[in-house]
């Protein structure tokens, strides 16, 4: 059973909310007045594209994910709260845009460089918050 997540806040509430579906995120960038490019995260205080000055009511929410472009596992936590193993992957979230995520599957056989992601909320252990993982576009949210 699905925990109800429109309980919980976001770990970063600047990069992520929970979409209206209460189980998708939405990614939040700044969309450059100069350039018209998205950056991200929304609170950059320049455009990463042309350095155009950026303020808060650039802000622009779009649905989380983007294209996996590589992967890997990891069978050492490289963070706090990063369990071992999981896997890693740049994801393009937006043109010109890649990041870094954890992508919420078993193993590697199930990813492939080119597949959409989707990114979903999973509860985190303190009960409070939510996560970002990524999962192929086509999955029901199941995470590793």
Do not use: K, W
């Not at 450059?32 to 455009?47: E, I, K, V």
Request: a negative charge; proline letters at 9%.
């Amino acid at each position: 059973m699905t925990p109800d997540l429109t309980t919980l806040q976001p770990l970063r509430p600047t990069l992520y909310r929970l979409a209206a579906d209460g189980r998708s995120l939405d990614f939040l960038f700044a969309q450059c007045p100069q350039c018209r490019q998205l950056s991200f995260p929304a609170n950059a205080p320049g455009c990463m594209h042309c350095g155009h000055a950026i303020d808060a009511s650039a802000q622009v929410a779009r649905p989380g994910g983007g294209t996996l472009l590589e992967y890997v596992t990891l069978h050492v936590a490289m963070v706090p709260g990063l369990s071992a193993p999981s896997i890693a992957g740049d994801i393009r979230i937006a043109e010109q845009v890649v990041e870094e995520g954890v992508i919420g599957v078993a193993d590697e056989s199930l990813l492939a460089p080119g597949m959409a992601l989707r990114a979903i909320a999973v509860p985190l252990p303190s009960g409070e918050h939510y996560g970002c993982h990524f999962v192929p576009a086509g999955a029901q949210g199941a995470t590793a």
